[in-house]
Structure formats: structure tokens, C-alpha cells
């Protein structure tokens, strides 16, 4: 297995929800990624797990909270979000700590009304 | 922090012809440079890197040199196809623990048939 899967594909959500991305690998990858992608520009960094545990926050709202259960595994809980919100969010793995080689899942494609 | 640059924002060529992509970057401890293809509505997709330590590297039809005194790369891509059609990221890191990937904004290559 050589893929990143992310779930769901498509989310809508009102302001007062509260719902989950989930992302997994079975690629042996210990640093796995939260990157926020707007329409047309570049992936921007949110958080970093190096052997589940949290190494890098880019100063996110908290209204973002990632978990990382297991080896193979990354959540990100989402609360009371707002419309700037609205993004594609991708999870990315990478197969050694230092970070390169990063594989990308396919998104979630969140829209907060 | 790394500040990564990346001129034209938009590229068309023929198809047949090569297209040249150019980056700067910033941060000159940064070690790694990879190049990520975009396809409308899909994931980034890594196509090649390199590192510091090698000037240039080829795949297929597909070459990136690196000149770390100027601190600028460039993807080379030799007889387009259609296909080729995409949002390329140019990327740097600095490799190790807590290493964080910046992204140039992209630039979108058209091939026209």
C-alpha cells in the first residue's frame, strides 16, 4: 500500500459543528502532516507529527485540534469553524523524519457555511 | 524563515517544446528540493527532488538543476505532452527533526496540442 487516505472526500459543515478529517497510511511513515490548500495558491503548513507525537503547530486557530491515535493514523477535530475555513485540507505522510518525500493524500474538500 | 520564489505564474507551450520553471529560495542552510505536479481537483503528486549535494538530476523527461551559490532551481521538462498540463510547486526544506517544507506559490504550464 502506497497511499495516504483521507476521509470524507467532501465535507459540509455549519459553524456550530463539530466534525473530524481522518487520515491514514500503511506505508511505514513516522512523520505524517496537516497542510490547508485555498484555490489556486501553494499548501500551507499546520501541524507536524513526528512518532505520533506533535513537533510543529504553524500557530493554528484552536478551533483546529489534531490527534494522532496510532502510528498510521491522523485526525483533525474541527469546532466552531468559520467560512475563511473553507479549504482543502490535506494530509501528507513522509517516510523518514527528516521530511522529504512527502506523499499527499487526496484531501477533504471542507466547506463551512 | 524560508521564503520561496517562483516565476512566471503562468507558462504555455507547444507541445513538443521544453518548459523551463525557475525557483529562488532564501534560507541557505535549506538541504532539499523537491517539485510537486498539481492536476485540477487532485493531490499533489511528488515528480522529482534533490538534494544539496548534487547539482542536477534527470528522470526521463524530466530534470531539475540546482545552483546553490545564486540559490535557484529549475525543473526542466523536454517534449511536453498535453498531459504535462498542471500546477507545478517548487518546495525547500532544511532536512531533520522539525524539518517544515515551504512552498513556492506555483505556476500553472499549459501545453497546447
Known amino acids: 500500500d502506497t497511499e495516504v487516505t483521507q476521509t470524507p472526500k467532501h465535507l459540509v459543515m455549519g459553524m456550530t459543528n463539530k466534525k473530524s478529517l481522518k487520515c491514514e497510511q500503511h506505508m511505514g511513515h513516522r512523520a505524517m502532516y496537516w497542510y490547508k490548500q485555498k484555490a489556486k495558491k501553494p499548501p500551507e503548513l499546520m501541524f507536524v507529527y513526528s512518532y505520533e507525537k506533535l513537533s510543529i503547530n504553524e500557530s493554528v486557530p484552536s478551533r483546529f485540534s489534531p490527534e494522532c491515535p496510532n502510528s498510521s493514523l491522523l485526525n483533525l477535530h474541527l469546532h466552531a469553524l468559520q467560512p475563511e475555513d473553507s479549504a482543502l485540507y490535506l494530509c501528507?505522510?513522509?517516510?523518514?523524519?527528516?521530511?522529504?518525500?512527502?506523499?499527499f493524500g487526496s484531501g477533504t474538500r471542507l466547506t463551512v457555511v | 524563515g524560508e521564503n520561496v520564489e517562483q516565476h512566471p505564474s503562468t507558462l504555455s507551450v507547444q507541445e513538443g517544446d521544453s518548459a523551463v520553471i525557475k525557483c529562488t529560495y532564501s534560507d541557505s542552510a535549506s538541504n532539499y528540493f523537491p517539485w510537486y505536479k498539481q492536476e485540477l481537483g487532485k493531490r499533489p503528486q511528488l515528480i522529482i527532488d534533490?538534494?544539496?549535494?548534487?547539482g542536477e538530476k534527470k528522470d526521463q523527461r524530466i530534470a531539475v538543476t540546482l545552483n546553490k551559490t545564486a540559490k535557484h532551481f529549475s525543473l526542466h521538462i523536454t517534449e511536453t505532452q498535453p498531459e504535462d498540463s498542471a500546477v507545478y510547486f517548487c518546495a525547500a526544506s532544511v532536512t531533520g527533526a522539525n524539518s517544515k517544507l515551504t512552498f513556492g506559490k506555483g505556476i500553472t504550464l499549459s501545453v497546447r496540442p
Open positions: 534533490i538534494r544539496s549535494n548534487v
Open positions: 501528507a505522510s513522509s517516510q523518514d523524519l527528516g521530511g522529504t518525500r512527502y506523499t
